[in-house]
């Protein structure tokens, strides 16, 4: 029950870290290089909150929980070093349509696992 507890937090901080990614990125946009400055270290953060998840999913599905929980925490994290590469590749065309994807992923993630009896 604990190990629930665990991926649920860590699901809830990595989604509201990636839905910060968005806000940074139109800040850069707007003209303020704050919004880079922002931007880059917390995608870089995301990687890791990631890994921390997909750890606390397949610790959850070892000790009895569904094994969908590592399989998504996998693809959401392969996404997120795919999405690193193609930030500072300036791979735009790739960059922004992964990132709404991985936006909408990370957060309907994070909205399943709270559903989840404990």
Request: glycine content about 10%.
């Amino acid at each position: 029950m604990k190990v629930l507890y665990a991926l649920r937090a860590a699901a809830g901080l990595h989604a509201v870290a990636i839905c910060l990614q968005p806000v940074f990125a139109g800040v850069y946009l707007n003209g303020s290089p704050a919004g880079m400055r922002l931007h880059e270290p917390t995608g870089l953060a995301l990687v890791f909150l990631g890994i921390a998840q997909l750890l606390a999913a397949t610790f959850w599905w070892r000790t009895g929980g569904r094994w969908t929980a590592p399989a998504a925490s996998l693809l959401i994290t392969a996404g997120e070093v795919v999405q690193v590469t193609m930030g500072y590749r300036r791979q735009l065309a790739i960059h922004i349509p992964l990132g709404v994807a991985l936006v909408a992923s990370t957060v309907a993630f994070a909205f399943w696992i709270n559903r989840r009896p404990a």
